[in-house]
């Protein structure tokens, strides 16, 4: 019996996502639509001094090869005098900078914001978690997404 590609894929996601997708991953909802949510992340990340290198439509890139892909944007952003001491402390922190959000509609229609734990990922590199940068990293990445994704 053969599987289809997509088949495949799905059986695969459907065993390894609910193991490894939250590893060091935070979330809350949001009151707003994909679109919405990552033009107010935009808006509040410039307003706090934050350069955004990049915004990715992942589920335009879906679109773009017939495939189906709930709605789904990365932001990519950062502040180049946080990152900087942190990857001076440990080079390897660099694959996981710049920042990024990745706000997504759930399989219940429910829109999620979430981003990587600064925690995470000073344990992953084995960084000091009493690093200034990191202590208001974790902060300020909470509070962003809150104000962007409250009513």
Do not use: C
């Not at 990715?56 to 990519?76: F, K, R």
């Amino acid at each position: 019996m053969r599987k289809s590609i997509p088949g495949v894929f799905a059986a695969l996601a459907a065993v390894s996502l609910p193991l490894q997708a939250a590893d060091g991953l935070l979330t809350l909802t949001s009151a707003h639509s994909v679109s919405e949510t990552t033009n107010r992340l935009e808006a509040v990340l410039g307003k706090a001094g934050f350069k955004v290198f990049a915004r990715v439509d992942h589920g335009a890139g879906a679109a773009s090869v017939d495939m189906p892909l709930a709605p789904t944007e990365l932001l990519i952003f950062g502040k180049p005098e946080a990152g900087t001491v942190l990857m001076q402390q440990q080079a390897t922190v660099g694959i996981d900078l710049p920042l990024k959000y990745l706000v997504w509609q759930d399989a219940d229609g429910k829109v999620m914001v979430g981003w990587n734990d600064p925690n995470w990922l000073a344990a992953r590199h084995g960084i000091d978690q009493s690093l200034p940068p990191l202590q208001k990293m974790q902060g300020a990445l909470k509070k962003f997404a809150s104000e962007a994704a409250k009513p």
